[in-house]
Every structure is written in structure tokens, then in C-alpha cells.
């Protein structure tokens, strides 16, 4: 029973890291566009 739950913590925080670092390299990704954007435009 306390393997299961560790377990399932294990998961939980995983996929609630992968979720804050997906939306982490969005915004990266985003501000590195619009930069490289208005460097080419400039």
C-alpha cells in the first residue's frame, strides 16, 4: 500500500513538472521568436 502511494506521488509530481516546463518552454520559445522577429525586421 505505501509503494502504491509513493508511487502515485512519483507520477503526480513528474507530469505537474513536465506540465510547468512544457508551458516554461513555450514562453521561451515565444520570447526568443518575437525577438529574433524584430531583429530581423530591424
Given amino acids: 500500500m505505501g509503494e502504491?502511494?509513493?508511487w502515485l506521488k512519483s507520477?503526480?509530481?513528474l507530469g505537474f513538472?513536465?506540465?510547468?516546463?512544457f508551458y516554461?518552454?513555450?514562453?521561451?520559445?515565444?520570447i526568443?521568436?518575437?525577438?529574433y522577429c524584430g531583429?530581423?525586421?530591424w
Fill in 4 to 6: 502504491t502511494v509513493f
Fill in 11 to 13: 507520477l503526480y509530481h
Fill in 17 to 21: 513538472v513536465r506540465f510547468f516546463s
Fill in 24 to 30: 516554461f518552454w513555450i514562453e521561451v520559445f515565444g
Fill in 32 to 35: 526568443v521568436g518575437v525577438l
Fill in 39 to 41: 531583429v530581423v525586421w
